[in-house]
């Protein structure tokens, strides 16, 4: 097959660009033909981009309808599969094209006009579907501008609806959870055009496992903005009774807020900030690890680091947002908290703290859950069988 990928950006940056290169590579390697419509480069690991999609073609400023079309006709795609793009032009021109189309829905972009789908000041998780809700009094008109200058920016709620419409028409959307399946549905996409395929990280090493010693370490790794709740897990760890140390990893925005926040509680000489670490340095951190602490408070579409440390046969304890249900099963796996409720976040940590058997016993049963559900062979070859089918279902109309 011929596939061409369309995504915002090329090179290495976060979750959406990892899933569209590791892909992109694996059916490479199984004999099929990759090929990239792309935004800005990241500057990073260009060259590893470079050799997994052989056929690029850059978007530019302004209307990319002629770079789309060109790039069609230079490339002749079976099928073309859309990752992170928001731009309707090249949306509206894929459309119009009647190449067999799939998207990946990395997240909310395309139904939320926050992209995040809970409120910035309640914090509450949003329910609704894209409605004239969303402009008040939502005021989801108004959002943070994180290009540079002005620092807030509009959004367009007719372009908004437009963008739906368009994505509408797609062959297939592919989801990560039955989560982002109902949001789909709540916005008017049709059952039979969506699909699950969760992305799957590699296996980890199956000779590593923590000693679950005395230390008592917890772990957060991941993104430190509002939306991930470091404040409100720093808040739990707070009523911990029990001796523990905790390792923040990771950075953003929120960090230097945390960072005050965690003195303020009394917190300093148990919780480090010790920013991004490489990957590899994990591995140092899950020997020692005895719970892994997911506090996200946006409705995560799956939170894949949870999946990441389950491999490590380590216990999560999370709050109950989004498409994390789907892996994270209360008391079999680790412990799923009702949403914001801090005392029993740290009733469920200290528990784990407190019973290292029960520690060790989840931790094992959330490695074969994972090990038997979201094998990475089976995802591409998934993937694989979606593209034939919509490629045969098309070849039809």
Same mark, same amino acid.
């Given at each position: 097959?011929?596939l061409?990928?369309?995504?915002e950006?090329?090179?290495?940056?976060? !979750?959406?660009?990892?899933?569209?290169?590791?892909?992109?590579?694996?059916?490479?390697?199984?004999?099929?033909?990759?090929?990239?419509?792309?935004?800005p480069?990241?500057?990073?690991?260009?060259?590893?981009?470079?050799?997994?999609?052989?056929f =690029?073609?850059?978007?530019?400023? $302004?209307?990319?309808?002629?770079?789309?079309?060109?790039?069609?006709?230079?490339?002749?795609p079976?099928a073309?599969?859309?990752?992170?793009?928001?731009?309707?032009?090249?949306?509206?021109?894929?459309?119009?094209? !009647?190449?067999?189309?799939? =998207?990946?829905?990395?997240?909310?972009?395309i139904?939320?006009m926050?992209?995040?789908?809970?409120?910035?000041?309640?914090?509450?998780?949003?329910?609704? *579907?894209?409605?004239?809700?969303?402009?008040?009094?939502?005021?989801?008109?108004?959002?943070?501008?994180s290009g540079?200058?002005?620092?807030?920016?509009w959004?367009?709620?007719?372009?908004?609806k437009?963008?739906?419409?368009?994505?509408?028409?797609?062959?297939?959307?592919? #989801?990560?959870?039955?989560?982002?399946?109902?949001?789909?549905?709540?916005?008017?996409?049709?059952?039979?055009?969506?699909?699950?395929?969760?992305?799957?990280?590699?296996?980890?090493?199956?000779?590593?496992?923590?000693?679950f010693?005395?230390?008592?370490?917890i772990?957060?790794?991941?993104?430190i903005?509002?939306?991930? !709740?470091?404040?409100?897990?720093?808040?739990?760890? *707070?009523?911990?009774?029990?001796?523990?140390?905790?390792v923040?990893? $990771?950075? $953003?925005?929120?960090?230097?807020?945390?960072?005050?926040?965690?003195?303020?509680?009394?917190?300093?000489?148990?919780?480090?900030?010790?920013?991004?670490i490489?990957?590899?340095?994990?591995k !140092?951190?899950?020997r020692?690890?005895?719970?892994?602490?997911?506090?996200?408070?946006?409705?995560?579409?799956?939170?894949t680091?949870?999946?990441?440390?389950?491999?490590?046969?380590?216990?999560?304890?999370?709050?109950? *947002?989004?498409?994390?249900?789907d892996?994270?099963?209360?008391?079999?796996?680790?412990?799923?908290?009702?949403?914001?409720?801090?005392?029993k976040?740290?009733?469920?940590?200290?528990?784990?703290?407190?019973?290292?058997?029960?520690?060790?016993?989840?931790?094992?049963?959330?490695?074969?859950?994972?090990?038997?559900?979201?094998?990475?062979?089976t995802?591409?070859?998934?993937?694989?069988?979606?593209?034939? =089918? #919509?490629?045969?279902?098309?070849?039809?109309?």
């Amino acid at each position: 097959m011929r596939l061409l990928y369309v995504h915002e950006r090329f090179g290495a940056l976060a !979750g959406a660009e990892a899933n569209a290169h590791i892909t992109a590579t694996e059916l490479g390697q199984r004999g099929h033909t990759i090929g990239i419509l792309h935004g800005p480069s990241t500057g990073k690991n260009e060259a590893a981009w470079q050799t997994t999609f052989p056929f =690029r073609a850059a978007l530019g400023e $302004g209307d990319n309808s002629a770079v789309v079309k060109k790039a069609l006709a230079d490339f002749l795609p079976d099928a073309v599969y859309v990752h992170k793009m928001a731009d309707l032009a090249v949306i509206q021109t894929l459309v119009e094209s !009647g190449a067999p189309l799939l =998207r990946m829905v990395h997240d909310h972009d395309i139904y939320c006009m926050r992209s995040y789908k809970y409120n910035y000041f309640t914090r509450e998780i949003c329910t609704r *579907a894209a409605s004239p809700y969303c402009i008040f009094p939502c005021l989801a008109s108004v959002v943070k501008n994180s290009g540079g200058g002005f620092p807030l920016k509009w959004v367009s709620y007719s372009e908004k609806k437009k963008e739906i419409a368009l994505n509408r028409r797609f062959d297939r959307m592919v #989801v990560v959870t039955n989560y982002m399946r109902d949001e789909l549905l709540n916005n008017g996409f049709d059952a039979k055009r969506i699909e699950i395929h969760a992305p799957v990280p590699r296996m980890g090493d199956p000779n590593l496992r923590s000693s679950f010693s005395d230390r008592n370490l917890i772990i957060y790794a991941g993104q430190i903005i509002r939306g991930k !709740g470091v404040d409100v897990l720093l808040e739990a760890l *707070a009523q911990v009774k029990t001796k523990f140390e905790c390792v923040i990893l $990771g950075d $953003g925005n929120h960090k230097a807020y945390c960072e005050e926040l965690s003195k303020k509680l009394g917190l300093a000489d148990r919780v480090t900030f010790k920013g991004f670490i490489p990957q590899e340095e994990l591995k !140092g951190y899950y020997r020692e690890c005895s719970v892994v602490a997911l506090s996200s408070l946006w409705p995560e579409p799956i939170a894949t680091i949870g999946l990441e440390v389950m491999r490590y046969a380590l216990p999560v304890v999370a709050f109950d *947002a989004g498409g994390i249900k789907d892996w994270l099963i209360d008391g079999e796996d680790g412990f799923l908290v009702p949403w914001m409720d801090r005392a029993k976040f740290a009733a469920r940590v200290e528990q784990l703290l407190n019973d290292k058997p029960l520690a060790k016993k989840l931790g094992e049963a959330g490695l074969k859950f994972v090990s038997e559900r979201y094998d990475f062979e089976t995802y591409i070859g998934d993937l694989e069988k979606m593209f034939a =089918r #919509v490629i045969a279902e098309k070849s039809k109309k």
